[in-house]
């Protein structure tokens, strides 16, 4: 009886494989059913970070320069900067700047001797104010008209800064610190001066129309800022944060007095860590200035801005450094209730080298280390607001033209008495623009996850940020492609998830030989080129 149904049965068995093969295929390697999905990148839409409030760039010293230039030089600039229109193939024909930061000039260019070096005559400032308390608001012309241009351009966000009180203020008639004067430069009975002199300006901004949403009157107070009279580079000024807890108190009632919109932005740190860490009675300034407890805290003043201010000079020397100061400010500034602004970051010191041998580097490889700065701000920092410094530069010592500026300045002749000059752009500019063009004000950033890298290893080699919205339903995503291979981008869970317009996507490309080229492409055909920075943007249906 085991015998007749264990042949039966073995019978049964080989019939059904026999015919469920040929009829089901179910052994067919090619059969759908076994193909294994393809992990992809994660849009989390609704796990959302911070908004957007600009990406800008500082006018630095030298646009006093080429604001004064003929039109046909200095539009060309103003386009580049602040255009949001495309020409006929759909390329942008500039970066769309949605803040500009503007100097207040502190008096050196009206000195008989400013204490400048000769070669460093474009840093010298003219000051909107005279000794004697009179104004001349036809001062800065340069400045002024980049600021038309930008407001014209539709930017309704500016900043105003300082490096320095007028030399006529200061401890010792320069606008830079000597070994003889320990603090802050301005003699303390020139404080209520001072303040008057910023509200001053800035209200006469606010009154020809300008939108100045912060004041910064002091920056990078860490730095000793001295020079020998004579071969001085630059205004600043060193200040402890006692002193400049002091000044901003008065600043604050300055800014009521007189009726001032805008907010008093501090620190403007000469390094990110000096806002959340350190010993020195120039640094740990938010704890400082934010903690009630604190001697210095100044939180409760009624103009005070709610954003910190920032540099991300020097913070990059490693991958794990680089993140832990960002992901440390975030934690600290989550902690009080504050935003962070990146206010000024250019390629300073060998960082971006990263170990290489720069006379191998290509442009591009300039622009994707300053996106990848970008990134680790935006998505470890949680910045709201990135600026570059600056936005015009005239060295050409070396590779400084691929470092330090967005657009390079070249005068007709070496002094202030030249009447115009040449441009040129550079990959920066194109490469903040994959950002500043697109990422508009007002966008949230929400979680994009990558199976292919951890943190470090993103920062390294592919990074991946995703913004959208929240008054309608534009959709961007900012690649930072710095690997030697394409990387084809699968999008994980589309059509159950989320789902765009026409399933397509506007592709902008910045490269060894694209500025913002424009394409398109559909959801799965998207392909970030090696050694590229990308836009994606599209419409969620």
């Known amino acids: 009886m085991g015998y007749r149904f ?114 460093n005559w474009f ?56 070994s003889d004067v320990p603090g802050f ?31 910064c009157p002091f920056n990078e107070t860490q730095y000793e800022w001295n020079a020998t009279v004579g071969e001085a580079q630059q205004s600043g000024t060193r200040a402890t944060n006692a002193e400049i807890a002091s000044v901003t108190r008065i600043i604050d009632d300055a800014f009521t007095q007189k009726n001032v919109n805008a907010k008093i932005m501090i620190p403007e740190a000469a390094q990110l860590k000096y806002l959340f860490e350190g010993s020195s009675n120039r640094e740990n300034q938010i704890n400082d200035f934010f903690n009630p407890s ?54 300073l010191g060998t960082a971006y080298q990263q170990n290489k041998d720069v006379s191998t580097f290509q442009e591009i490889d300039y622009a994707l280390w300053m996106s990848r700065i970008i990134h680790t701000d935006l998505v470890f920092g949680n910045a709201t607001g990135w600026s570059f410094w600056t936005a015009l530069n005239r060295s050409t010592f070396g590779d400084h033209p691929y470092r330090f500026n967005l657009v390079l300045w070249t005068p007709n002749s070496n002094s202030p008495a030249h009447t115009d000059g040449t441009v040129e752009d550079n990959k920066l500019l194109w490469a903040l623009g994959n950002y500043s063009r697109f990422v508009r004000p007002g966008m949230v950033r929400f979680e994009v996850k990558d199976p292919d890298y951890s943190d470090n290893t993103s920062v390294e080699n592919f990074m991946i940020s995703g913004y959208k919205s929240t008054s309608g339903n534009d959709l961007v995503l900012v690649c930072v ?47 970030v080129p090696s050694k590229s920075i990308v836009t994606l943007r599209a419409q969620i249906k």
């Not at 949605?98 to 070096?117: C, H, K, L, P, V």
């Not at 309704?156 to 300082?162: E, G, N, S």
């Open 294 to 347: 604190s001697t210095n805290y100044i939180g409760n003043l009624t103009n005070l801005s709610k954003n910190i201010a920032g540099h991300s000079y020097f913070s990059n020397e490693t991958t794990n450094e680089s993140l832990r100061q960002r992901k440390s400010l975030r934690t600290t500034l989550e902690n009080y209730g504050l935003n962070y602004w990146q206010t000024e970051y250019s390629l």
């Open 6 to 119: 264990f042949k039966v049965s073995f019978c049964l068995l080989l019939v059904l494989a026999v015919f469920g093969c040929s009829t089901d295929k179910a052994t067919d390697p090619n059969d759908p059913k076994f193909d294994v999905p393809e992990e992809g990148i994660v849009l989390n839409l609704n796990n959302t970070f911070q908004t957007i409030d600009h990406f800008g760039a500082s006018s630095g010293f030298q646009d006093q320069w080429v604001g004064k230039w003929p039109d046909a030089s200095k539009n060309k600039v103003a386009k580049w900067l602040f255009s949001t229109e495309t020409n006929t193939s759909g390329d942008p024909e500039g970066i769309g700047l949605s803040m500009w930061r503007t100097i207040i000039g502190e008096g050196s260019a009206d000195q008989a001797n400013s204490g400048f070096s000769a070669s």
């Open 185 to 215: 430069n301005c003699d303390p009975d020139k404080y209520d001066d001072f303040a008057n002199f910023l509200a001053d300006v800035v209200k006469k901004y606010e009154d020809d129309g300008y939108n100045i949403t912060a004041l």
């Open 481 to 527: 492609n710095n690997t030697n291979s394409n990387r084809e981008i699968i999008l994980q869970e589309y059509g159950t998830q989320f789902e765009v317009v026409n399933d397509l996507f506007e592709v902008y490309t910045t490269s060894s030989t694209k500025n913002l080229k424009k394409s398109t492409t559909t959801y799965d055909n998207i392909v």
């Open 123 to 178: 840093r010298e400032m003219e000051c909107y104010l005279a000794p004697d308390g009179t104004y001349d608001w036809s001062k800065q012309a340069g400045q002024r008209w980049f600021m038309s241009k930008a407001k014209e351009y539709g930017v309704d966000k500016f900043t105003a800064w300082t490096g320095s009180p007028p030399y006529f203020m200061s401890k010792n008639g320069f606008v830079f610190s000597t």
